[in-house]
């Protein structure tokens, strides 16, 4: 499974960016397909997740009511929708694959796969 993840950039506080991860290679139908993201001196955090085939998303609170996870089936591509962004989002962002369900949907080490990671930054 190979993972392409694009459309960071610079942009101001409160402003919105969508970032795309576009999914090739071996059928992937039952994976999880998430994004994460590594700010400088942090570690590798969740942000939201969607099932390939059908169920809920899934969000880390702080980005709750203004991120939003989407998929295009046809376009084999998942979507970040990022809107009122703050200078705490400023992080590169991954997205992911793997058999990742319930509680170890948040967890980095149940994703095999991984994209080359997109950088937002957010200025105030």
């Known amino acids: 499974v190979q993972l392409q993840a694009s459309g960071g950039g610079l942009v101001q506080a409160g402003g919105s960016l969508r970032l795309s991860c576009v999914v090739s290679?071996?059928?992937?139908?039952?994976?999880?397909i998430a994004w994460f993201r590594q700010a400088p001196g942090k570690e590798r955090a969740f942000v939201a997740a969607?099932?390939?085939?059908?169920?809920?998303?899934y969000y880390v609170d702080s980005v709750k009511g203004r991120f939003t996870i989407s998929k295009d089936n046809a376009k084999n591509t998942v979507y970040l929708q990022m809107n009122s962004l703050k200078p705490e989002d400023t992080a590169v962002y991954y997205c992911?694959?793997?058999?990742?369900?319930?509680?170890?949907?948040?967890?980095?080490?149940?994703?095999?796969?991984w994209g080359q990671g997109t950088l937002v930054t957010v200025s105030s």
């Open positions: 290679g071996r059928s992937f139908s039952g994976y999880t």
């Open positions: 969607v099932r390939w085939s059908a169920g809920p998303m």
């Open positions: 992911a694959a793997g058999n990742a369900i319930t509680s170890a949907t948040v967890r980095p080490q149940s994703y095999a796969y």
